[in-house]
Nanobody, 124 residues
Framework: QVQLVESGGGLVPAGGSLRLSCVTS????????MGWFRQAPGKEREYVAS????????SYAESVRGRFTISRINARNTAYLQMNSLKPEDTAVYYC?????????????????WGQGTQVTVSS
């Protein structure tokens, strides 16, 4: 079955950086939009960033624009989220998602496949 496996989370001080990876299997990866969402305790899952199948279109939540960069290497079936200038409010479980329709939506309900999540904690 389709699998998405995130890695790269951890504990960092404010101002630090992390790079999340999402390795996928059994996906037609080149034609899937890839996205990152996050969920903090007691809050709803929120959109962070997404990238189209070919990599030409990217989109970011306003709260992370200019600090986070989404990318992908189709030959490796892997998507990335480079997070710089991290803030305590970035603390959350980060989820990788795939949309085989390459829709690049900001709504979680349009993303068909999800990873298990990786914890990111930013200390103040």
């Amino acid at each position: 079955q389709v699998q998405l496996v995130e890695s790269g989370g951890g504990l960092v001080p404010a101002g630090g950086s992390l790079r999340l990876s999402c390795v996928t299997s059994r996906l037609n990866f080149n034609y899937c939009a890839m996205g990152w969402f996050r969920q903090a305790p007691g809050k709803e899952r929120e959109y962070v960033a997404s990238i189209s199948g070919g990599g030409s279109r990217t989109s970011y939540a306003e709260s992370v624009r200019g600090r986070f960069t989404i990318s992908r290497i189709n030959a490796r079936n892997t998507a990335y989220l480079q997070m710089n200038s991290l803030k305590p409010e970035d603390t959350a479980v980060y989820y990788c998602a795939a949309d085989p329709s390459d829709g690049n939506s900001r709504s979680a309900r349009f993303w068909g496949y999800w990873g298990q999540g990786t914890q990111v904690t930013v200390s103040s």
